[in-house]
């Protein structure tokens, strides 16, 4: 099973920005697709966005099109989500998930999970 460690996550303002990192070690993160998800309390997980293997292709759920930056640091075997202009509405826990093949939104498509970081938007 593969290895991966989120980070990042803490407390901000509204308006305010974090940027979480997805670290793995042992094996070359680059080679696989890594998609960013979300939970808050009593929902179910949504996809948010997903980089490729080697960072070809890049997607956005709707509601962090424009607010939200997914990117990978190749030496660093690591993927970044930049989040910009947080609102309250994304307090949530935080995971990263790999998978070998293409980008996909739903959570049943990805096999190995990070532990996540809690996110809390508030005044």
């Known amino acids: 099973q593969l290895q991966l460690v989120e980070s990042g996550g803490g407390l901000v303002q509204p308006g305010g920005s974090l940027t979480l990192s997805c670290a793995a070690s042992g094996f070359n993160l680059n080679v696989y697709t890594i998609g960013w998800f979300r939970q808050a309390p009593g929902k179910e997980r949504e996809g948010l966005s997903c980089?490729?293997?080697?960072?070809?292709?890049?997607t956005y759920a709707d509601l962090v099109k424009g607010r939200f930056t997914i990117s990978r640091d190749s030496a660093k075997n690591t993927v970044y989500l930049q989040m910009n202009n947080l609102k309250p509405d994304d307090t949530a826990v935080y995971f990263c998930a790999a998978r070998r093949a293409g980008c996909r939104s739903s959570v049943d498509n990805y096999n190995d999970w990070g532990q996540g970081t809690q996110v809390t938007v508030s005044s």
């Open positions: 980089i490729s293997s080697f960072g070809g292709s890049l």
